[in-house]
């Protein structure tokens, strides 16, 4: 297999463990059957690689693949009186194979384990110098939540963070057509007989799973380029992009602009920044708890996403982005839709106005995230 050879050839340049990542649209698609045959495929050319953690849902294809595969033993811990089982990292850290295996990566570890996060073990493997073979749906990605919520209808609450795939030293998309997947499913290779029209009815139709495929083909060619524009030396120098997220203590428009500014940040593998300026109404003692607990979480997933976070306390809001404009060399500043007519408010706001003005003295960019 000339991925697996391309694999190896990455795993020897240097120590810190390198990882490789099989996203896909949906689960049934095959990525976990694509790992054990590359597993099978390393053991021939007498690579140590093991299985630190491996979900097959019982599906018999990919359960037949384990054979002759070495596992390291799950670790169990109680928890509300029940045994739960989860990846053992210190036991694959001990046990220190060339490669291990890692199945689902957003996977949220029960409480009482070291990390929060499977991805955050998986970091914990990598830093110990082993290589990581993992996987991981595209509807899982942090900053494309909300698009998939409305696609499917369902909200997925274990995300990874977009960095762990700009880490990522090799990216594989496994690929089906929309009919390639249903006949799956309808012949009983993805779920049992009595899910399979539950299913149909819901996350697997047609028109939901075209556009999961090309969200997954969309951001698979964007890490590709990434990877590219990082790697190959360019004859142009391009300009240097910085984006500033602009936020307020409104929690949707603030998730929005975060999430967007995020994603062109990833495009243009660039450095940004997450400014909240906050007013004197704006204390602690004057907006309610909620708005304070959606704020602070905002700023999290900010931090999660890889911005650098901001926080000012002052009543000139125009000049406190202004000045961080220039002392952060910014080229882009990322805001919120306004809540009523963009005409208005520029007629009317001399803050925006003055914003503008600004802006148009700088070779920066102001852009509107809806």
């Keep these: 297999m000339e991925d697996v050879r391309n694999f190896l050839n990455l795993v020897k340049k240097n120590r810190r463990g390198k990882l490789k990542i099989y996203i896909g649209m949906s689960a049934g698609v095959g990525k976990t059957y694509r ?38 033993p799950r670790k169990k811990i109680f928890y509300k009186g029940k045994e739960v089982e989860e990846m053992d990292v210190q036991g694959i850290i001990n046990a220190h194979p060339e490669i291990v295996i890692v ?25 110990a110098g082993i290589n990581v073979i993992s996987a991981v749906n595209i509807q899982h990605l942090e900053s494309i939540n909300e698009e998939i919520e409305e696609i499917t209808g369902i909200q997925v609450t274990e995300r990874i963070p977009d960095k762990i795939l700009e880490l990522a030293d090799e990216i594989v998309n496994i690929d089906l057509t929309a009919d390639e997947l ?56 391009l300009r240097n992009e910085r984006f500033l997220a602009c936020i307020s203590s409104n929690p949707d428009t603030a998730k929005v602009v975060i999430r967007k500014t995020a994603r062109l940040a990833s495009y243009y593998h660039s450095h940004w920044i997450v400014l909240y300026v906050q007013s004197s109404n704006e204390y602690a003692d004057r907006i309610k708890l909620d708005k304070q607990r959606h704020l602070i979480n905002n700023l999290k997933l900010a931090t999660e996403l ?65």
């Design 103 to 127: 199945d689902e990566l957003a996977h949220t570890n029960a409480e009482g384990s070291k990390n929060e996060k499977r991805w955050q073990d998986v970091f914990d493997i990598l830093a």
């Design 182 to 237: 249903l006949t799956r499913l309808k012949e009983g290779k993805i779920y049992k007989e009595n899910k399979i029209e539950q299913a149909l009815n819901n996350f697997f139709k047609p028109e939901k799973i075209l556009q999961l495929r090309e969200m997954a083909l969309k951001e698979v060619a964007h890490q590709v380029e990434r990877k590219v524009n990082k790697e190959v030396p360019k004859q142009i120098k």
């Design 306 to 370: 890889g911005a650098e976070v901001i926080k000012i306390k002052n009543d000139a809001i125009t000049q406190t982005i202004i000045n961080m404009v220039e002392e952060k060399e910014i080229t882009t500043i990322c805001i919120g839709k306004p809540h009523f007519n963009l005409f208005q408010l520029i007629l009317s706001t001399s803050v925006f106005n003055q914003l503008l003005k600004a802006m148009a003295k700088r070779d920066t960019d102001l852009v509107i995230l809806s």
């Design 35 to 72: 790992m054990l045959q590359e597993a099978h495929a390393l053991l021939k050319s007498d690579i140590d690689i093991r299985i630190g953690y491996i979900e097959t849902h019982f599906r018999e294809e990919t359960h037949n693949l384990l054979e002759g595969v070495p596992i390291i």
